[in-house]
């Protein structure tokens, strides 16, 4: 047989295998087009038999497991202190002080303070009443967009020495869940209302993972004296470490929102550095 031949050969039996395919393809398409259109289906003819497929390997139980030898190690999750008494100053390098507002949330005048605040690029701590803020939750998400620190002043503001454990916890623990919501976290500072502290307060304080925090200048605003002399007694009180006293709620607070507009700007070119504390754990 010549070369010629065998090539020609060849072809016509490739030609043949692939003719056979497609005859095989269209009795296939046939039968689906026939199950389409109600006859009755033809059976598609199945492919030659062979060696059956390989069933994927599963994939090895210990690739899936979590290399648990890596990482950082594991530690105690962080204890909060259980106090005998509040903290009344801070600690910080140079002239720091902290002004701390009580009360509210009020939607008459928290923006107005923030506004002082943020024109002033200055962070301060918003000790707020659980019934306040859950009508102005909108006021607790602004303050953690702008920076500021919100702490727990109980649900109602009550005399704390004067209620049950269940009560001080009750005030406590729903006044965190408003400020987790809103906020975006649970308060780590609380301060008892009046000042009026007891050991049940600073144990619950510290189970619900807060740090008791009182103050060094009371500006008395709550009395309604005039703008002119809050300032004063902030100006006249400021030393490294103060924590200052003012309320955003609570009553007519509009003379705390002019008073401020005045000593803000005097504290900052006296070269004091208003912050917000940082957390002390055991």
């Known amino acids: 047989m010549t070369k010629d031949q065998f090539l020609t050969r060849l072809l016509s039996r490739r030609r043949a295998l692939l003719a056979g395919a497609a005859a095989v393809g269209a009795a296939g398409t046939a039968g689906l087009f026939a199950a389409g259109t109600g006859d009755t289906p033809k059976r598609p003819v199945l ?3 062979g060696p059956p497929a390989r069933r ?9 497991q979590p290399l648990t030898g890596y990482g950082p190690p594991r ?3 962080r204890r909060t ?20 507002f009580d009360d509210g949330p009020d939607p008459r005048y928290t923006p107005d303070i923030l506004d002082t605040l943020a024109e002033y690029d200055v962070r301060a701590m918003f000790f707020v009443c659980g019934e306040m803020a859950v009508d102005n939750k909108d006021l607790l998400t602004r303050m953690s967009d702008e920076g500021h620190t919100v702490g727990n002043h109980t649900w109602s503001h009550p005399l704390l020495t004067r209620l049950s454990r269940g009560r001080i916890r009750s005030e406590m623990e ?4 408003v400020i987790e919501e809103a906020y975006g976290e649970r308060p780590q500072w609380f301060r008892a209302p009046y000042g009026a502290w007891n050991r049940a307060a600073f144990q619950l304080g510290a189970e619900l993972g807060m740090e008791p925090l009182a103050w060094t200048v009371d500006t008395l605003d709550w009395t309604a004296p005039p703008a002119r002399t809050i300032a004063g007694r902030v100006e006249n009180g400021a030393a490294p470490g103060v924590v ?9 607070r509009s003379q705390s929102v002019r008073a401020l507009r005045d000593y803000l700007p005097q504290l900052l070119d006296s070269g004091y550095h208003i912050t917000v504390p940082r957390r002390h754990y055991a």
């Open 47 to 49: 492919p030659a038999a």
């Open 56 to 64: 994927p390997l599963k994939p090895s139980a210990y690739r899936l």
């Open 75 to 77: 530690t105690a999750p």
């Open 81 to 100: 202190l259980v106090r005998h008494e509040p903290l009344l100053k801070v600690s910080g390098r140079g002239r720091t002080m902290v002004l701390t």
């Open 174 to 177: 729903r006044t965190c869940d």
């Open 244 to 252: 200052v006293l003012s309320h955003d709620a609570g009553g007519d």
